[in-house]
């Protein structure tokens, strides 16, 4: 298995570019996550997917949309870019309802983004 | 105020040190509470859950619980240089819900 797989690994966009980020999980899960990851900041949740036909908003929704295409793939998409965008993007799922007594979330190797 | 505070680090140890990580929180609703493991350009990993209160030991790790003082350590026994990692603290109030990640501690356990 391969796990949770995001493509692409980097990506280098200008202001006002727009882009979609992959990810997809092999492991049947019924959740999924976007993170993004800066400097001291921690992981902050932009989107989820508590199973596949939902989605809500995290913490930092603004200038994203996601789109829960089947139960293995969940993507992010930039509009219109900004540098404030610049980060690194996680994507995760987890096997919520299942016999799972502890909800991991399996994380992907992460996208790095930057934006000029 | 965030919901989830960590100690920011950076924490440099000598090989064989006993680390302690720790993170409060404002939420009593919280629940569940885990540490991850993230290595330099990787992804999380989950290294350690716990339920409610009290503590769970795994091998040189131990995660504990003080619910009353919204407060969780994580310790680490006879550190090694593989240990040099940030280290994550997450709490989520059920076992379905959202998870809040504190900042990140990043350890280096020098040899």
């Known amino acids: 298995n391969a796990g949770v797989t995001q493509t692409p690994k980097f990506q280098v966009l200008k202001t006002g570019q727009s882009m979609t980020l992959q990810c997809a999980q092999d492991m049947n899960h019924n959740s999924m996550y976007w993170y993004r990851q800066d400097p001291g900041m921690g992981l902050r949740l932009i989107y989820y997917s508590a199973s596949e036909g939902t989605t809500d908003k995290g913490e930092v929704p603004n200038g994203y949309n996601v789109s829960r295409l089947n139960k293995r793939e969940f993507s992010l998409r930039l509009e219109s870019a900004a540098p404030s965008q610049t980060s690194v993007y996680f994507c995760?799922?987890?096997?919520?309802?299942?016999?799972?007594?502890?909800?991991?979330?399996?994380f992907g190797p992460g996208t790095r983004l930057t934006v000029l | 105020q965030k919901e989830v505070e960590q100690d920011p680090g950076p924490l440099s140890v000598p090989e064989g040190a006993i680390v302690s990580l720790n993170c409060t929180y404002s939420n009593s609703a919280f629940q569940y509470f885990m540490w991850y493991r993230q290595y330099s350009r990787k992804g999380p990993e989950l290294l350690m859950y716990t339920y409610s209160s009290g503590n769970k030991e795994d091998g040189r790790f131990t995660a504990q619980v003080d619910k009353s003082s919204k407060y969780i350590s994580l310790f680490i026994r006879d550190s090694q240089p593989s240990d040099s990692a940030t280290y994550l603290c997450a709490m989520r109030n059920t076992n379905a819900g959202k998870s809040t990640f504190g900042d990140g501690t990043t350890l280096t356990v020098k040899p």
């Open positions: 995760a799922s987890s096997a919520v309802g299942s016999r799972s007594s502890y909800n991991e979330q399996f």
